[in-house]
């Protein structure tokens, strides 16, 4: 990874002391986990410290924070780990993990751009030409045999400039009813 977990903590900090989205259950959670599975890196006392409710929340996280970054690499790796468990949106946005997701080598893992609303790079005038092109086609189909006399024929001019299996079909339904 390149930076020790003390050195992206010291880099994450100013985030997540500044993060709306830790809130006091949240970071409540975080001393828990690290006092309950970890009591070598978070001591009850110290655990009781930095739950103190009297505290603000960004002062308590602040004070955690500078306590973890002095307990050294384990301790700071814990932490993240804790992050990762109970915050994954934080933990995903920290400056660190975005720096780390953009550096990846582009040549194994491809970046996907999606594109939204792109359909193709031709243009509304190539979509109103397609749309007059099928609107005339079904004029030709609905007033061929009522209104328009010979519009069978046109309906098989009109097969001239399509594919092979379109082109078939309009001269198969031309020849049918030409036949009648």
């Not at 100013?14 to 001393?31: C, G, N, P």
Request: aromatic share 10%.
């Amino acid at each position: 990874m390149g930076d020790s977990f003390h050195e992206q903590l010291i880099e994450d900090s100013a985030f997540l002391k500044s993060d709306r989205r830790l809130d006091t259950e949240l970071v409540d959670k975080l001393i828990l986990q690290l006092n309950r599975i970890y009591p070598q890196i978070l001591t009850d006392r110290e655990a009781t410290k930095f739950r103190n409710l009297d505290v603000p929340t960004g002062f308590r996280l602040g004070e955690l924070l500078t306590h973890l970054q002095g307990k050294g690499e384990e301790a700071c790796r814990e932490f993240y780990r804790a992050l990762h468990l109970h915050v994954e949106e934080v933990y995903y946005s920290l400056p660190t993990r975005l720096r780390l997701r953009d550096s990846l080598d582009p040549l194994v893992y491809p970046c996907v751009y999606q594109q939204r609303h792109v359909l193709n790079d031709r243009g509304p005038l190539f979509f109103l030409g397609c749309f007059g092109v099928a609107v005339g086609m079904a004029l030709l189909y609905y007033y061929s045999e009522a209104k328009v006399t010979g519009g069978s024929r046109a309906l098989g001019m009109a097969a001239l400039g399509l594919k092979r299996k379109a082109q078939e079909v309009l001269i198969w339904y031309t020849e049918g009813s030409l036949m009648n």
